[in-house]
């Protein structure tokens, strides 16, 4: 039990020593590790996570963090799992707080935090990618993506009646094939 407890320990606290940009631009790396490197979820696992992560509060790879160490482990490994995403950011957050006057100054930081910037956008845009080309398989899923999209960056809805708005399309559109069958 301790030595799958420090496996999820050690697996997460590479993901998050690893990773910058946020939850969202772990997204491959964590796909990567916990699909295809360990199994320790399906593809279609992940996405689910992926999707009640973001319509739950924090932050999405904490969240699955917390649903694949729970998974595998039950409440102490969703706790390792967890404990091991959040170590590096601690740790990293704890030595700039402690230089953060001088840190700001430097331009060679400035600048490695424009690329770095870059590069999170690059993750995103490969996120996002993947994910619509493993959700969106069917005439309806493509009909919710637009609305949801347009609803969000055109018309400014708020993200929770959209994800709520969305979660009541899906639940009906399954009821409604169910008892036309």
Known sequence: MLKDLLELYITFFKIGSITFGGGLAMLPILERELVEKKSWVTNEEILDYYAIGQSTPGIIAVNVATFVGFKKKGMAGGIAATLGMISPSIIIITIIAEFISSFESIVWVQKALKGINV???????????????????????????????????????????????????????????????
């Open 119 to 181: 590069a999170v956008a690059a993750l995103l845009t490969y996120s996002v990618i993947n994910l619509c080309k493993k959700t969106i398989k069917k005439w309806y899923s493509a009909i919710v993506f637009l609305a949801a999209f347009s609803s969000i960056y055109f018309f400014k809805c708020h993200t929770i009646a959209v994800i709520l708005t969305a979660s009541l399309a899906g639940t009906l559109f399954y009821f409604f094939r169910k008892t036309s069958k």
